[in-house]
T-cell receptor
């Protein structure tokens, strides 16, 4: 069974631009979560989607958004990029409901210059 | 709100030494508790979990016991190997979806 796939693996963007990151969950998994990992703030929850609906949202500004498609694939978008958005963005999928173990992808490393 | 505090690293041990990484939490109700491990250049992998008080999670020689009275979930291993070198994260879920609150991570370095 293929794991969680995140594309691209690396991205370099300029301040003010926008970026879209993609995540393909494990086949059959309906929940997709996104996390931001930085040396200073650690791992922070961005949002979770379940069956195309946002179920939970973390404490991030509205520049961060996401969506989930009917095949459970998910995208997150960051608009008007700031230097502080440089981070490793991790996607995780799980089969369904609460407290299912999360399966993480290897992440997308975003660098904003 | 929820929070997880774990000991800062790095923790440096010799092979076959005993490992303890402390983790304490603050949460309302009865959260589920997890340990995840991150190897260089990779995402996180679930190491073990416990969903109620006094549960012991175990995997690959690692174990942790859910202690509600001390709000702790310390990770232990009797004999570490070089291959255990990684960053370890303690996390909790308050059972409302799959939103995890993570501790800051503890880097473990095991020397041969």
């Amino acid at each position: 069974k293929a794991g969680v796939t995140q594309t691209p693996r690396y991205l370099i963007k300029t301040r003010g631009q926008q970026v879209t990151l993609s995540c393909s969950p494990i086949s059959g998994h309906r929940s997709v979560s996104w996390y931001q990992q930085t040396p200073g703030q650690g791992l922070q929850f961005l949002f979770e989607y379940f069956s195309e609906t946002q179920r939970n949202k973390g404490n991030f500004p509205g520049r961060f958004s996401g969506r989930q498609f009917s095949n459970s694939r998910s995208e997150m978008n960051v608009s008007t990029l700031e230097l502080g958005d440089s981070a490793l963005y991790l996607c995780a999928s799980s089969p369904q409901g609460d407290n299912s173990p999360l399966h993480f992808g290897n992440g997308t490393r975003l660098t904003v210059t | 709100g929820n929070s997880v505090t774990q000991m800062e690293g790095p923790v440096t041990l010799s092979e076959e030494a005993f490992l303890t990484i402390n983790c304490t939490y603050t949460a309302t109700g009865y959260p589920s508790l997890f340990w995840y491990v991150q190897y260089p250049g990779e995402g996180l992998q679930l190491l073990l979990k416990a969903t109620k008080a006094d549960d012991k999670g175990s995997n690959k020689g690692f174990e942790a016991t859910y202690r509600k009275e001390t709000t702790s979930f310390h990770l232990e291993k009797g004999s570490v190997q070089v291959s255990d070198s990684a960053v370890y994260f303690c996390a909790l879920s308050d059972n409302a979806g799959n939103m995890l609150t993570f501790g800051g991570g503890t880097r473990l370095m095991v020397k041969p």
